[in-house]
């Protein structure tokens, strides 16, 4: 006998509250999704550039790396209208980075992460007129579409799937009683499900009690990050990424939302100019983000970036033409390896994922689903579900992040430390100049 389908609401309409709804409605659940902007994949899911990821952006963490070994064949799998194979995808271990500091990681540790990849092939950095590199390889990393072509892709998977879309349906708070989980707009409605999936990218309707009851310290920081926009000037068929790693230096990546035949639109970012400041609520970013304004990216952040790529790929100006920037506030862990995984638990009957790359959708998934039957064993059967664990009021995979990665949540960088959470780079940019 099938288990009974559930009404359940998700509170997001990102990558992960939209490819979350899918997977449930697949399941035969009622499902129904609550975006607060005009339209799904307004924030970084459908404005950032982004890769799916093979692992050697992370080298320091295992667990983000394996994750992402894991979930890439589903993702071309399920999505493989929305990938774009590259011509290449460099990463490169730099020399010395923007503040004079070696690598985090050694010339052998990344060649290892690199060759991870069975296809990694190694290049001479100065056939591609780089500079500055102690090592290259070439992965076969696509990238993601983003912008118009994304939702519009996903809108049609949503109507075939018979999922409701509230558009502008900002979500006060979410109540609990007698086994229904009410969601409360602000405006006054209210919508009741069985369940509700927080894929808010943790930004809101997490209560201190959540944050008080996970069996790990999962300390949380709200970062403003941009990225720097550029049109190519000599486009190709095939786009490209240029990765130097790891620690304070450049990224040069696609974003892709268009269906024309050559590759325009890059952004460079960096690992530490692009990181504006990192906050203790989301709100704090959001007033760091709103204070900035074209005139003050231009001034003060886009020359010390292009500085930093130039040092690597000295014709990369006369190549790339500025256009804008963009920017978000993103929820990111403390921890020392850069931890990157999603992590998926529920509480008083709400599902809260905490984002990690996109590919981990799938991981966020399976997680779920396991949460969604334990959810369904106590409502119709009054008995515990196998594969989670209980405690504190919390519910979680067995096999997921709070119980097999916490060796790496928990492992935090000192306040002093070279590290991305640490960075407040609006505050040192504007001092500066």
């Known amino acids: 006998m099938d ?41 970084v899911s459908g404005n950032f550039g ?27 799998d399920v999505y493989p209208d929305l990938i774009i194979p590259h011509e290449q995808a460099i990463y490169a271990q730099g020399n010395t980075d923007a503040l004079g500091n070696r690598s985090k990681v050694s010339d052998g540790a990344f060649s290892d992460v690199c060759h991870e990849s069975p296809e990694c092939q190694v290049i001479d950095p100065d056939t591609y007129g780089s500079r500055g590199l102690n ?9 993601i579409v983003i912008g118009q072509r994304l939702r519009s892709s996903f809108r049609q998977n949503l109507e075939e799937a018979s999922i409701k879309l509230h558009l502008s349906s900002c979500i006060e708070k979410v109540s609990r009683d007698d086994n229904i989980s009410t969601l409360h707009l602000y405006g006054g409605s209210r919508y009741q ?12 309707l997490v209560p201190q009690q959540v944050t008080d009851s996970l069996p790990v310290d999962m300390e949380v920081t709200y970062q403003t990050c941009i990225a ?54 989301p709100e704090q970013g959001e007033a760091l983000l709103n204070r900035l304004g074209d005139a003050t990216v231009s001034s003060k952040i886009r020359p010390s970036v292009e500085k930093e790529i130039s040092r690597f790929w000295p014709g990369y100006l006369d190549r790339f033409v500025y256009t804008g920037w963009k920017g978000s506030v993103l929820a990111k862990l403390k921890t020392c390896s850069e931890f990157r995984s999603s992590v998926t638990f529920e509480h008083d009957g709400v599902v809260h ?10 991981n966020a998934s399976d997680e779920l689903k396991l949460l969604v039957n334990a959810q369904v064993r106590r409502k119709y059967v009054r008995r515990q579900y196998s ?22 949540i928990e492992a935090k960088p000192l306040v002093t430390e070279h590290h991305t959470s640490n960075l407040q780079s609006y505050q040192q940019l504007v001092s500066t100049y």
């Not at 609401?9 to 005009?38: M, N, P, Q, T």
């Not at 927080?198 to 809101?204: E, K, L, P, V």
């Not at 994922?353 to 799938?362: D, L």
Request: some cysteine; hydrophobic content about 35%; overall charge neutral.
């Open 353 to 362: 994922v905490f984002p990690g790359k996109v590919s981990n959708v799938f």
């Open 387 to 408: 594969g989670v664990r209980c405690l504190n009021g919390l519910t979680y995979a067995m096999a997921g992040a709070l119980s097999t990665a916490q060796d790496e």
């Open 193 to 204: 499900f069985d369940l509700v999936v927080n894929a808010t990218g943790y930004q809101s």
């Open 3 to 43: 288990p009974p389908a559930l009404r359940i609401g998700v509170v997001g309409g990102g990558w992960y509250g939209c490819h979350l709804a899918l997977d449930l409605a697949k399941d035969g659940h009622k499902v129904e999704i609550f975006e607060k902007r005009s339209d799904i994949f307004k924030g």
């Open 228 to 281: 720097l926009c550029y049109e190519d000037l000599q486009p190709t068929q095939k786009p490209f990424s240029f990765i130097v790693m790891d620690g304070w230096f450049p990224c040069v990546m696609p974003a892709i939302d268009t269906t024309e035949q050559l590759q325009r639109n890059y952004i460079l970012t960096h690992g530490s100019y692009i990181i504006l400041g990192s906050f203790e609520r």
């Open 135 to 143: 090592a290259a390889f070439n992965l076969d990393e696509p990238s």
């Open 50 to 76: 982004i890769r799916l990821h093979k692992g050697p952006h992370y080298p320091r963490s295992k667990y983000t790396r394996d994750s992402c070994h894991v979930a890439f064949e589903k993702f071309c």
